[in-house]
């Protein structure tokens, strides 16, 4: 047998949706929505570099599964560094425009929000700084240009702080919402992308790495269908405590990963007591979570109901790798107001049984809006979504 057995591993793991994330979803437009929230969840990670190869025992696949589910660190502190090409079309910093827009004019944003600060990490290269004393305790710095964006949660306190701006967000986290924490290690994207193995996926064994001065596993998984465009995950997997320290995965289209996501610096100490402390700055603006709903109407207007509608109604086509989404607008083709075909240019025109469309590409995923207004989304490809249409019809 070789020196690292290699063997396809099958599980099951399903992850509901849930309602929050369906309503929050519905308060934007279709398909560039759809096409930002699944590159930020499901954009994972890079090739794996090694910088050597330890003689480890051999393990199996489902052995190292087994090592990563029975981990149980809970102190540690490190540096990260992200990097994700999706493929995205340039915007020319549209969104990021609009959003401080919004904030200047008082309409309840706030520079600190983390629901809009975190969505930087879907593109480009950023490097963070994590630390972690159990479940009461995280804390993820943003390091930018001569400024600094932090997250801390500590006890019933989570608290935003944007160090350019000067602005800070405090809101509380409760015994449900303890989880709702965003993807910031190897680990998190892990255990997230292993819930989606099943008997439609190869999980195998390929070889040791050396990662951030440490001895790892590498776990690769792939799907064993056509049609999905992922080509490879790959895990490095800490040889002592079972910790992924980085997370790769590459399109299936080939070059470089989609997403690269590693430890640099990595220690499983527990971090100082102080790491977890804050206290707004003198002078700083602080906006209290409930404030940044104040001065939006109640009532939301019928284009975002009838999207929310469509959300609730979602149907997932296929199995595995190669499972599409699809769900109802509400409307009729691209939105009202899509002056001189803005969102359309960004897409391609397909025709089918179902009439006409246009998919918006990234490198892993691409979604399809028909005429009639029914979208079609997932890590397949584009005549795997134009396929779907057609038998929905």
């Keep these: 047998m070789a020196p690292y057995e290699s063997d396809d591993h099958t599980t099951a793991g399903e992850a509901d949706e849930p309602s929050k994330a369906r309503r929050r ?13 699944a590159a930020a969840t499901i954009g994972l990670v890079p090739a794996l570099a090694d910088s050597g190869d330890p003689d480890l025992p051999k393990i199996t696949a489902a052995q190292l599964i087994e090592k990563i589910a029975k981990s149980d ?25 609009l959003a401080s827009g919004a904030v ?11 629901s809009a600060k975190l969505t930087e990490l879907a593109s480009g290269t950023h490097t963070l700084r994590v630390a972690a004393d159990g479940p009461d305790r995280q804390k993820v710095s ?44 190897p680990k998190d994207f892990a255990e997230e992308a292993l819930k989606s193995v099943d008997d439609t996926t190869s999980v195998t064994v390929d070889g040791t790495a050396q990662v951030a001065g ?12 056509s049609g999905s465009t992922v080509g490879a995950i790959s895990i490095a997997v800490d040889h002592e405590t079972g910790t992924p320290l980085k997370f790769t995965l590459t399109p299936a289209s080939g070059g470089a990963a989609v997403v690269d996501v590693g430890f640099t610096k990595v220690s499983f100490d527990r971090p100082a007591a102080s790491t977890f402390d804050f206290s707004p700055p003198k002078g700083a603006k602080v906006t209290e979570e409930g404030e940044l709903d104040q001065g939006k109407p109640e009532e939301a207007p019928e284009a975002e109901k009838e999207l929310g509608k469509g959300l609730e109604g979602m149907k997932v086509l296929g199995e595995g790798w190669n499972s599409i989404a699809t769900f109802d607008t509400g409307g009729e083709g691209l939105p009202a107001g899509d002056a001189g075909g803005f969102l359309g240019s960004l897409g391609d025109q397909v025709k089918g049984d179902f009439g006409t469309g246009t998919v918006f590409s990234t490198r892993l995923v691409n979604a399809l809006l028909t005429e009639d207004g029914t979208v079609y989304v997932g890590a397949v490809t584009k005549d795997a979504l134009v396929k779907a249409a057609e038998e929905g019809k």
């Design 142 to 185: 943003l390091l930018e240009d001569a400024a600094e964006y932090s997250l801390i949660h500590n006890g019933k306190d989570v608290w935003g702080y944007d160090s350019k701006s000067n602005e800070v967000y405090h809101g509380t986290v409760d015994e449900a919402g303890k989880e709702q924490k965003p993807p910031a290690t």
């Design 214 to 225: 440490r001895d790892a596993y590498k776990l690769v998984v792939k799907p064993k269908q």
């Design 73 to 97: 660190v809970e102190q540690l502190s490190g540096t990260v560094k992200i990097s994700t090409d999706l493929g995205l079309p340039d915007l020319g910093g549209l969104e990021s425009s």
């Design 25 to 37: 979803a519905a308060r934007y437009v279709v398909p560039v929505t759809v096409m930002g929230v």
């Design 104 to 114: 200047e004019r008082g309409e309840g944003g706030s520079s600190a929000d983390p």
